[in-house]
């Protein structure tokens, strides 16, 4: 009896450890598996890189560059572009200042003219060492059926010119870039894309700020949110030496930063209803008479900063405009009491 159950036992401890080598062995092929499968995955996307790289060498014309546009920025009377961010036209128009660029739709748009100019001059003459044949059955191969910008420039004989520009392109600094005239693709400069995925807060111009020196300063004030107004004026000693406080050299010239907003509307959401800081520079400005003479007129600037934004810099304004930037601390520093 006694040698019947161990055997009973035996078999049993034989069958466990079958099922756990069966389990072991399932486990180790569907990692042998998986592992298998992402190798050909990683392989089968290298050999696609790599036809791509080597379609980018068969089609370089020996380092000969071509021409890919003719026309220059004189000749272009509107943009229209679409990036990533927005839809955007501008059209060139006459002025008492000279030719300037408006937004098409919203006329007081603050435009930055000499960013248009900079978007629509990477269009300009341009040129290529890679020619790639496209037809509408490959411009997914490139990025170019849901581009990442499409442009369409006018010029002004009323011609227009259309562009996308798909993915980048492997082993190049370059982008792919779709001629629709002409179904042409080639690799452009990197340029053109950063050019036209510029954010609609960088077209915008900022305000002129006014520049001074410390001797046309007459006085600064600094008032800090709950507490008294600190007034910075010069010193004249007996012997006419006149000292001017540091924090005049400061308010020589604002720097106001890069701009947040530039039409708001609710400025309680950056704490400048209410601001942190309020600095107000007084100072003398050298201006016609309207007879040929100069004469010295009084002129003020304010800046508030507001709160701090997630990067531990300030929402700032000056003189109580509608735009809101962003003040580095280090230049708010300057201006706060210590």
């Keep these: 009896m006694e040698e019947r159950e161990e055997r009973i036992k035996r078999l049993k401890r034989l069958k466990r450890k079958r099922g756990l080598t069966v389990l072991v062995l399932v486990v180790l092929l569907a990692g042998l598996g998986g592992g298998y499968y992402a190798a050909r995955q990683y392989r089968e996307k ?12 068969d089609n370089k014309i020996n380092g000969e560059e071509l021409t890919v546009t003719t026309f220059a920025l004189r000749d272009v009377a509107a943009v229209g572009y679409t990036n ?14 000279g030719d300037i660029w408006v937004r098409e739709g919203e006329e007081d748009f603050p435009t930055k003219n000499s960013k248009i100019e900079s978007i629509i001059f990477s269009l300009c003459g341009l040129t290529s060492t890679t020619k790639i044949a496209g037809d509408g059955a490959t ?5 170019l059926e849901a581009p990442l910008v499409s442009v369409t420039i006018t010029l002004k004989d009323g011609t227009e010119q259309r562009f996308r520009v798909g993915a ?37 111009q900022e305000e002129g700020f006014p520049e001074t020196t ?9 008032t800090k949110r709950g507490e008294t107004t600190i007034a910075y004026e010069p010193q004249t000693a007996e012997d006419g030496t006149v000292t001017y406080p540091a924090i005049f050299t400061d308010c020589e010239k604002f720097i106001a930063g890069t701009i947040q907003e530039y039409r708001c509307t609710d ?65 708010a520093a300057k201006y706060i009491p210590k």
């Design 46 to 57: 290298k050999a696609e890189e790599e036809a791509k790289r080597q379609e980018e060498e």
């Design 168 to 204: 980048k392109a492997p082993y190049s600094t370059g982008y792919y870039l779709l001629q629709e005239e002409t179904g042409d693709i080639w690799v452009v400069a990197e340029s053109v894309y950063k050019q036209f995925s510029t954010t609609e807060m960088k077209l915008v």
């Design 84 to 97: 990533e961010e927005n839809s955007y036209r501008f059209v060139r128009t006459e002025s008492d200042k």
């Design 214 to 222: 410390q001797e046309n300063i007459t006085k600064v004030e600094v």
């Design 267 to 331: 400025f309680a959401a950056y704490g400048l209803e209410d601001p942190y800081l309020t600095v107000k520079v007084s100072y003398t400005e050298n201006v016609a008479d309207g007879e040929g003479n100069t004469v010295k007129e009084d002129r003020t600037v304010t800046l508030e900063l507001g709160d701090l934004t997630v990067s531990n810099n300030y929402y700032a304004r000056v003189n109580g405009t509608s735009f809101v930037y962003i003040m580095t601390a280090a230049n």
């Design 139 to 143: 411009l997914s191969e490139y990025g």
